[in-house]
C-alpha cells in the first residue's frame, strides 16, 4: 500500500476529477481551472495568497499574452495575403516551402508551438490548394515539427523556457537574456528546415477529392434547436433525452452549467451533437426547432442542406446570383 498522507489523496482526487470534466466536456475549460484553483484553496492545500500569486506570475501572464497575439494575426487575414504574394512571385514549390518554413521557426521564437501552429494551418491549406498538392504534405510532420524545433532560441518560446526564467529570476534575483539559447536553437532550425523540405517531398499526394455522396462520410452533425413550449422535452432531463434519441447535448442556454440532471424549459437553447443515423429520430420529436426562416422569406419556401461536388456547376459561382431550385 501506498503512504499517502490526506492532502495527496486530495489533490488526486481534484486532478482525477478535472481531467474527467475536460474529457466530457460537460463544462467549460475555464470553469474547470478556476474550480480546481478554488477546490485546492477550500482544502487547504494551496493557500489563497499562494493561489492568487500564481495566476500574477510571469509564466501565466506570458502565455496569455502569446495566446491573444496568436489570435489576433491570425483573424487578421495577413497570412492569407503573404501566401498570395509568395505564390505569384516565386513559383517552386520548395523555395516557397522553405521561406514559410523559416518563417514559422522565426515567430515560433515568440509564441506559443501549438496557437502558432494553429495559426499557420490555413495559409498551408491555401498554399496547398493552388499547388494542387495535399494538405497532409505539408500539414504533418513539417509544419508541427518546425514550429517545435524553432521554438528554442528565446526564453519565451516553450512553456518550460518561460518556466526555466522564472525560477531563474527566484534563485538568483536576475533574469536571464532573451535570447540565451539563441547559438543552439537557430542552428537546429537552419539544420531541420532541409530535413523537413526532404520529408515533405518524399510524402505522398494523397488528395482525393470527393465525387459521391457516399464518398462524403461524416461522423456527426452539431446542430441547435429551441425547445418549444409544447415540446415532450419539457420537464425531462438532458440524461434522459440524450439517452432516448442517442445525441449528446454539448451545452444548454441559458446558462454555462449543463449536468444530465438538469432539467429543460421552454425557451431553452439546445448544442446538439447527434450521428447522420439519429438525425430523423431528432426531427420526428415535436418542439425543438432547428432554425427558422427569416421575416421578409416567402412563407413556402424551404431550406435544406446539399453537399457541392467538385465537378458541380456551382463551383466558384456566387450563391446570392443563382436563380433558386425548384
Do not use: C
Not at 143 to 160: D, E, K
Not at 174 to 188: E, H, K, R, T, V
Request: proline residues 6%; aromatic residues 8%.
Amino acid at each position: 500500500m501506498l503512504n499517502m498522507d490526506h492532502e495527496q489523496v486530495y489533490v488526486i482526487v481534484i486532478l482525477v476529477a478535472s481531467v474527467a470534466l475536460l474529457i466530457t466536456n460537460r463544462i467549460r475549460y475555464d470553469l474547470v481551472g478556476l474550480g480546481t484553483v478554488l477546490a485546492l484553496v477550500l482544502l487547504h492545500i494551496v493557500s489563497p495568497t499562494a493561489a492568487i500569486e500564481n495566476f500574477g506570475s510571469i509564466p501565466v501572464i506570458t502565455l496569455a499574452l502569446v495566446m491573444i497575439t496568436s489570435k489576433t494575426i491570425a483573424n487578421s487575414g495577413i497570412l492569407d495575403k503573404v501566401g498570395d504574394i509568395l505564390i505569384r512571385r516565386l513559383k517552386n514549390e520548395y523555395v516557397i516551402l522553405a521561406i514559410i518554413f523559416l518563417l514559422v521557426g522565426v515567430l515560433s521564437g515568440f509564441m506559443s508551438d501549438v496557437a502558432l501552429t494553429v495559426m499557420m494551418i490555413p495559409l498551408f491549406f491555401y498554399i496547398a490548394d493552388k499547388m494542387g498538392r495535399s494538405s497532409s504534405k505539408y500539414l504533418m510532420p513539417p509544419l508541427a515539427f518546425v514550429a517545435v524545433l524553432g521554438g528554442r532560441y528565446t526564453v519565451l518560446s516553450t512553456s518550460s523556457n518561460i518556466v526555466l526564467y522564472d525560477l531563474w529570476y527566484q534563485k538568483t534575483g536576475s533574469f536571464l537574456p532573451f535570447f540565451q539559447f539563441f547559438i543552439p536553437g537557430f542552428i537546429i532550425l537552419i539544420i531541420g528546415i532541409p530535413v523537413l523540405l526532404i520529408i515533405s517531398r518524399i510524402m505522398p499526394n494523397r488528395k482525393n477529392p470527393v465525387s459521391t455522396i457516399e464518398g462524403f462520410k461524416t461522423g456527426e452533425y452539431l446542430t441547435e434547436a429551441e425547445v418549444q413550449g409544447d415540446s415532450p422535452l419539457v420537464g425531462r432531463t438532458l440524461g434522459e433525452v440524450e439517452k432516448q434519441f442517442s445525441i449528446r447535448v454539448v451545452s444548454v442556454y441559458p446558462g454555462r452549467l449543463s449536468s444530465p440532471e438538469r432539467v429543460l424549459a421552454a425557451g431553452d437553447i439546445l448544442v446538439i451533437r447527434v450521428r447522420p443515423e439519429n438525425i430523423p429520430a431528432l426531427s420526428g420529436i415535436r418542439g425543438p426547432t432547428p432554425g427558422t426562416l427569416g421575416e421578409d422569406d416567402p412563407p413556402r419556401r424551404q431550406r435544406a442542406e446539399v453537399f457541392v461536388m467538385p465537378d458541380s456547376r456551382l463551383v466558384g459561382g456566387e450563391h446570392h446570383k443563382r436563380e433558386p431550385v425548384r
